[in-house]
């Protein structure tokens, strides 16, 4: 599909200096930019590339003087990387935007769904499963049982959603995703065995949650996992049944949360986190990457290393780790003197 400058300015509320009826079908980076392209100088480390590239139309500050001629036709608006950010979000709604059944695909006749859906080729639906409107299930997607999502929500190719879940509105649940698979519970025998602990519970996925490629969030054992609203999840991230993860709190790649552990509001926890089970973190907690946590954390603390303490603790400490072999050797020499004197 492609757009004229003067139809991009319009989205933006933005005003085109040069040709307003330029095309562009495409987005690119501006150092690499091409016929066709659209893109935008924000850092002005980059600005040597508005004079080179080759792109069509680039998004530009206000602020924005030249001080060389300039091929490229501009439109301006009051923040650059703002108004991209929206243009990206409006080229991923057109990109997204399919409609109808595709066949062979299998929807159960208990199972209802509201207008302008999308469900792709092998996708199946099972029984008793209400899907709102504009929701979009591409191919090879299977959900389970008495499952609810709500209206706008994209569940992607091998996405599997199993029975009970409960997904809210404007969601993403992104390639190979497992909701609702059996929680890790067992209960050692007499025989030194373990016997499985049914897990009767469901998911609860809130309104506005992003969930990354193959990241797993466990059933309950009873009651619900629960994740609120506005959560970010990273790709390939383990979380436990019957964890809670507070609103609008983002969590990166690789990082695992044990059973029963409550993650307060607005937190930012870094890739490979470990944490425990049956703890609470507070809200505005930051924990740095790799860290491991196994205690209650108060609100507002920023945490780093394994066991994880105070971030100010740990980098005073690190200095001091990192010269250890000569303080070591420093007090080998003291003693070696205190012997002789």
Known sequence: MKFTAQQI?????????GNPNVEVS?????????????????????????????????????????????????????????????ILEFYNSVKLNKLGIENPSYISESSSYGENIYIGAFSYISDNVVLGDNVKIFPNVYIGDNVVIGDNTIVFSGAKIYAECIIGKNCIVNSGCIIGADGFGYAPNE??????????????????????????????????TIIRKGVKLDNQIQIAHNVEIGENTVIAAQTGVAGS?????????????????????????????????????????TLQGSPAIKLNDYNKAYVHFKNLPNIVKNINDLQKINGNS
Do not use: M, W
């Open 9 to 17: 300015a319009e989205i933006l509320e933005g005003d085109v200096v």
């Open 26 to 86: 495409k987005l690119s980076k501006i150092e690499e930019g091409f016929e066709g392209a659209l893109t935008f100088l924000a850092n002005p480390k980059y600005t040597p590339h508005i004079y080179s590239t080759k792109a069509s139309i680039a998004i530009v500050n206000k602020t924005f003087k030249p001080e060389h001629d300039i091929q490229t036709t501009l439109i301006k608006v009051d923040d650059a990387y703002l108004a991209f950010s929206k």
């Open 191 to 224: 025989e030194g065995g373990y016997n499985k602990v049914p897990q009767t519970g469901n998911v609860i996925i809130e309104d506005f949650v992003d969930i990354g490629a193959a990241t797993t969030i466990d059933r309950a054992t009873l009651g619900s």
């Open 261 to 301: 552990t409550k993650i307060g509001k607005n937190c930012q926890i870094g890739g490979q986190v470990g944490i425990a089970g049956h703890i609470t973190i507070g809200n505005n907690v930051r924990v740095q990457a790799q860290s491991g946590i196994g205690r209650n954390v108060q609100d507002n603390e």
